[in-house]
């Protein structure tokens, strides 16, 4: 058996219970560079809180390690303190999250280590992301640090985040109503199908 993707499967099924998704559709994105100390976690979620205007709370499950559920408002992640780097888990395909939050946090946590401790990139140069499939198989690859999350300022992210969740909130909205019509098409194939067979004349018998 092997134990560290049973580990990553429990991690993704709590994960899913807090965010709202299935364990194959969580994506764990790790930034893998050393911690000194768990402050720096700490201080990070107060600058969230007051300069970008994120909410954050604790979470509890098999996340390996202390972890908190970071919310702009409509969209939400999972933010994991490790003393190896930091933890992000979210909903793959989440346009709020890969537009907005996502890359918001990254730039925040680059920012904030550069004018706190002076570390302006990921010490390796490299994010791993991992996820599991509807199987439960374990699915890893490392992206270097040339994806996007570059240096500036994360409160410059704002207008970007608030149209993607637009973006995200129009897309629920047509998906319900794609819902909505196939409901409604089943139904009236249904009962069009009844008609029919009331319709159908009887055979005939032989004499």
Same mark, same amino acid.
């Given at each position: 058996?092997?134990?560290?993707?049973?580990?990553?499967?429990?991690?993704? /099924?709590?994960?899913?219970?807090?965010?709202?998704?299935?364990?194959?559709?969580?994506?764990?994105? /790790?930034?893998?560079?050393? !911690?000194?100390?768990?402050?720096?976690?700490? @201080? =990070?979620?107060?600058?969230?809180?007051?300069?970008?205007?994120?909410?954050?709370?604790? !979470?509890?499950? %098999?996340?390996?390690?202390?972890?908190?559920?970071?919310?702009?408002?409509?969209? /939400?992640?999972? =933010? !994991?303190?490790? @003393?190896?780097?930091?933890?992000?888990?979210?909903?793959? +395909?989440?346009?709020?999250?890969?537009?907005?939050?996502?890359?918001?946090?990254?730039?925040?946590?680059?920012? =904030?280590?550069?004018?706190? &401790? +002076?570390?302006?990139? #990921?010490?390796? +140069?490299?994010?791993?992301?991992? &996820?599991?499939? $509807? /199987? +439960?198989?374990?699915?890893?690859?490392?992206?270097? %640090? %040339?994806?996007? #999350?570059?240096?500036?300022? #994360?409160?410059?992210?704002?207008?970007?985040?608030?149209?993607?969740?637009?973006?995200?909130?129009?897309?629920?909205?047509?998906?319900?109503?794609?819902?909505?019509?196939?409901?409604? !098409? $089943?139904?009236?194939?249904?009962?069009?199908?009844?008609?029919?067979?009331?319709?159908?004349?009887?055979?005939?018998?032989?004499?």
């Amino acid at each position: 058996m092997d134990n560290r993707a049973e580990t990553f499967r429990r991690k993704f /099924k709590d994960a899913g219970k807090c965010l709202g998704a299935l364990p194959h559709e969580i994506v764990s994105m /790790k930034v893998r560079e050393t !911690v000194t100390s768990y402050s720096e976690y700490h @201080e =990070f979620l107060r600058a969230l809180e007051h300069q970008a205007g994120m909410r954050s709370s604790p !979470v509890s499950g %098999d996340l390996q390690g202390k972890s908190y559920l970071i919310s702009d408002g409509s969209s /939400k992640i999972i =933010f !994991v303190e490790h @003393e190896s780097g930091l933890e992000i888990l979210y909903i793959a +395909g989440s346009i709020a999250s890969l537009v907005g939050l996502v890359p918001m946090v990254l730039q925040g946590w680059r920012a =904030f280590r550069g004018r706190h &401790h +002076g570390r302006h990139d #990921f010490e390796n +140069g490299s994010i791993e992301i991992r &996820h599991v499939d $509807e /199987k +439960g198989k374990l699915l890893e690859r490392h992206v270097h %640090d %040339d994806i996007g #999350f570059g240096s500036s300022p #994360f409160v410059i992210n704002a207008a970007l985040a608030s149209a993607a969740r637009i973006a995200e909130e129009d897309l629920s909205r047509l998906r319900q109503e794609i819902a909505s019509l196939t409901h409604r !098409v $089943e139904m009236l194939e249904k009962e069009a199908n009844g008609a029919a067979r009331l319709r159908k004349p009887a055979a005939r018998k032989k004499k």
